[in-house]
């Protein structure tokens, strides 16, 4: 049973930065693509980034690219999204998720469905 732990949230000031951080255990992570999602109060859980097995192979929705880098070592089992020049409408919960059939990735990288495993999700908050 695949496992993922978030950690790494908090509070910062708008320009700021945040490194959130997934530690995954259970399974065989080099093989698996993981994504981050953040949810919103009363908003619907949005794709934000996600990376194939090796790192190979990454997406990103429009509104954090050039701000946000996501990366993985698959020697520790772990994927980081390093959030930078944070923004007020970036603060929801972050979650970080892990999709367990490689053919899927291309097609439904940015669909909640396309993932297996949840985190139990971290929060993030920007304050202007």
């Known amino acids: 049973q695949v496992q993922l732990v978030e950690s790494g949230g908090g509070a910062v000031q708008t320009g700021g930065s945040l490194r959130v951080s997934c530690a995954a255990s259970g399974g065989t992570f080099n093989k698996y693509f993981m994504g981050w999602f953040r949810q919103a109060p009363g908003a619907a859980r949005e794709f934000v980034a996600s990376?194939?097995?090796?790192?190979?192979?990454?997406y990103y929705t429009d509104s954090v690219k050039g701000r946000f880098t996501i990366s993985r070592d698959n020697a520790v089992n772990m994927v980081h999204l390093q959030m930078n020049s944070l923004k007020p409408e970036d603060t929801a919960v972050y979650y970080c998720?892990?999709?367990?059939?490689?053919?899927?990735?291309?097609?439904?990288?940015?669909?909640?469905?396309?993932?297996?495993?949840w985190g139990q999700g971290t929060q993030v908050t920007v304050s202007s």
């Open positions: 998720a892990l999709g367990l059939n490689t053919l899927d990735y291309r097609s439904y990288y940015r669909q909640v469905p396309a993932y297996d495993y």
């Open positions: 990376i194939n097995y090796s790192g190979g192979r990454i």
